[in-house]
């Protein structure tokens, strides 16, 4: 499933919220991975934003054919990690999330994954958030197949998106930069289940 397709982004709110004026880091023009022309410019800023501490956003928009692309992560980068919420109502929904681009999410129950290719873009949002993003693919790709099933899933994700649902969301956060706030997040070392899925290696 994609999570470009992204409805409740908080990157440019956290952005917008920084407590200091951003620091550019960064500013290269590099080869654009959608027409392949040189012309992508790409600008990396250190943000210190609420609650996260200090967050680079990579920014690039390319000159030959508008492709824009973005990443999000946590300045202080950790080890590659497993991380884990049980999420059992509105509470641990409203959990912040830094979703770099290379992370994987997965709802293990439901057999749900987003796996970013290469280009994927990193965001700042809340678990809902990612809900939102697995509901809006399920739409997306029930235009054209079985419909009962997709209804099904359709159903589940929104009771979930209400509080409703009882799941366990696991991100597997290759690069140790990102982060998921919140009373109730595990730390563990990746394990098989996230090996399996890193498609960037
Ligand atoms: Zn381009």
């Known amino acids: 499933m994609e999570a470009s397709s992204y409805s409740r982004d908080l990157t440019d709110k956290f952005a917008e919220q920084a407590l200091e004026e951003p620091q550019l880091l960064f500013r290269e023009t590099i080869r654009c991975p959608s027409c392949?022309?040189?012309s992508l410019a790409l600008e990396t800023y250190l943000y210190?934003?609420?609650h996260?501490?200090?967050?680079?956003?990579d920014r690039g928009i390319c000159a030959s054919c508008g492709f824009k692309y973005r990443d999000v992560?946590?300045?202080?980068?950790d080890k590659p990690k497993k991380i884990i919420v049980r999420v059992e109502g509105e509470q641990e929904l409203r959990y912040l999330v830094v979703k770099p681009s290379s992370a994987s999410i997965l709802i293990p129950e439901k057999g749900y994954e987003s796996?970013?290719?290469p280009y994927s873009p990193g965001y700042i949002t809340t678990v809902e958030g990612i809900l939102s993003s697995f509901l809006e693919a399920v739409k997306i790709a029930c235009r054209d197949s079985d419909q009962a099933q997709c209804k099904e899933h359709a159903e589940w994700l929104s009771r979930a998106i209400e509080g409703l649902e009882s799941f366990t969301l696991v991100m597997c956060d290759y690069e140790g930069t990102g982060k998921i706030l919140g009373e109730k997040v595990v730390i563990k070392n990746l394990d098989r289940e996230c090996k399996l899925r890193?498609?960037?290696k």
């Open 198 to 200: 890193n498609k960037l």
């Open 36 to 38: 392949g022309s040189v």
């Open 52 to 57: 996260f501490g200090n967050i680079i956003i």
């Open 115 to 117: 796996i970013p290719g």
């Open 48 to 50: 210190k934003v609420p």
């Open 73 to 77: 992560r946590v300045a202080e980068t």
